[in-house]
């Protein structure tokens, strides 16, 4: 399913520590429009790899200045974007409103235009492949072990939260520890379900 949900698990690259956040923990940036660009893609797709890409060039603009800034910014951009979506509107889009709401420079927006941003953006990337052994999809996660870990998932249509989101954190941990653990997977439900967004048709097909 290469479409919006793909495009916001572009957004973060996790590094160690136990979510939400602890010591070490980053979050890094990841751009299916640099991986893969546009080729053989439907407008629709285009526009929505494009706009991803936009918003990740902020990200990656707010973590040179402060990293802590980067997850305030993408937790006021999603509600945004998941409103914007389902009223019919383009995604990432507001950018600077988001920006506002997480207590932010609303300058850093003007990095969503400059192509300067990619290269850190590419630098990123090609961590989170050289941990994983080759291209990996998205979302990436890298554990910063010795060596580095990284690898695919999880995939989540509901987050669990809590203790529950706390055990699959360490069940993450304990697979990684396994070099010969090489997929762990489930079938995916036709459409599934990301809170307080709806999908439109052609993006679960």
């Known amino acids: 399913m290469d479409g919006l949900p793909v495009e916001l698990a572009d957004l973060p690259l996790a590094g160690p520590g136990r979510p939400p956040a602890g010591p070490g923990h980053q979050w890094r940036s990841y751009s299916l429009l640099l991986r893969d660009g546009t080729q053989g893609l439907k407008d629709w797709e285009v526009a929505i790899r494009t706009a991803s890409h936009r918003a990740v060039r902020v990200m990656e603009a707010l973590r040179r200045d402060d990293p802590a800034a980067v997850p305030r910014f993408y937790e006021a951009l999603l509600p945004r974007t998941f409103a914007a979506v389902n009223a019919g509107g383009p995604p990432f889009a507001e ?52 060596p580095p870990v990284g690898f695919l998932g999880p995939v ?8 529950e989101a706390l055990r699959l954190w360490d069940a993450l941990v304990a697979l990684a520890a396994v070099p010969g653990v090489l997929e762990f997977s489930r079938p995916r439900p036709p459409h599934p379900e990301i809170p307080g967004l709806r999908l439109p048709q052609a993006v679960t097909e």
């Open 95 to 146: 950018l600077e409103d988001a920006l506002v709401a997480a207590g932010l420079a609303s300058t850093y927006a003007g990095a969503a235009d400059d192509a300067a941003w990619d290269e850190p953006i590419r630098q990123s990337m090609a961590e989170a492949f050289a941990a994983a052994g080759g291209v990996v999809r998205t979302p990436a996660m890298v554990l910063y072990q010795d």
């Open 156 to 163: 989540v249509a509901a987050p669990p939260t809590g203790a």
